[in-house]
């Protein structure tokens, strides 16, 4: 890779972290209001108020993730390359200054509140980490195919187990908390919201007790089958040393 894609590379990084640090203070400032005895489920929500601005909050980071990776580069890939790693690092600081600043998580398989769009997501801390860890090897494949000078797409059929693969990750992480709410509510109510007060009522009943790792590695497979695909096809693609 050249200075500049170096430059670049190292200027995301140091951005992810710092908003690293941020996520995490806010995450313990809520935790010390909320849980003072140190978090657990089931959550406790204070109100639609506080509830909504944490779905704002997490919106407006991907919105900041996204604005850094535009600024990043101009080729689109490389923008998506960039967000990939800025999401990575991010994800993956906000345990360490978490562990550092309040000795948490306890081990690699304590369950955590990942995200909250469309639904809740949660999962034990390893699997988000895995996830990071293949999204950094994504935007390093395509940052250094492409300071390769040579075009970097990736196929159809690469798209394809790439969007299938994240599918059923995502299904990995926001099945426990549905199948809670499916054992009351059907799926209309659910996104209707027809009764906010007694959504949220029920929602603060809910314990992960499993995580479906079958489904959560068939998903990682399916990543990693469209990056060693997508590798093989483009070192074919390198110019030949004279």
């Known amino acids: ?11 995301v990084i140091l951005f992810a972290v710092a908003m690293g640090f941020l996520e995490s203070a806010v995450v313990i400032y809520l935790r ?6 140190g978090f657990a489920f089931p959550i406790k929500l204070s109100g639609q108020t506080i509830a909504l601005t944490e779905v704002l909050r997490e919106a ?30 991010w994800d993956i600081f906000y345990y360490i200054f ?22 809740i997501w949660v999962g034990p801390v390893l699997a988000p980490i895995i996830n990071s860890i293949t999204m950094i090897i994504m935007s390093m494949l395509i940052l250094w195919f492409s300071n390769k000078k040579v075009s970097v797409r990736f196929r159809f059929s690469e798209w394809l187990f790439l969007i299938l693969g ?17 054992q009351r509510f059907n ?12 959504l949220m009522e029920y929602t603060m009943q809910f314990i992960p007790y499993w995580f479906n790792w079958w489904l959560f590695s068939f998903g990682e497979l399916l990543i990693f089958s469209a990056l060693i695909l997508f590798f093989k096809r483009m070192l074919t693609n390198l110019p030949q040393a004279s």
């Open 166 to 182: 994240s599918f059923f990750t995502v299904v990995a992480y926001i099945l426990p908390y549905v199948l809670h709410m499916l």
């Open 60 to 89: 407006a980071t991907l919105v900041m993730l996204f604005t850094v990776s535009l600024i990043a580069d101009k080729k689109g890939i490389n923008r998506f390359a960039y967000f990939l790693l800025a999401f990575a690092v």
């Open 187 to 198: 799926i209309n109510q659910i996104f209707s919201f027809y009764n906010h007060k007694i």
């Open 98 to 119: 978490l562990k550092l600043l309040i000795h948490w998580p306890a081990s690699f398989f304590t369950w955590d509140i990942l995200f909250l769009i469309p639904f």
């Open 1 to 11: 890779m050249n200075r500049q894609t170096f430059r670049t590379i190292f200027y």
């Open 32 to 37: 010390t209001i909320y849980y003072p005895e």
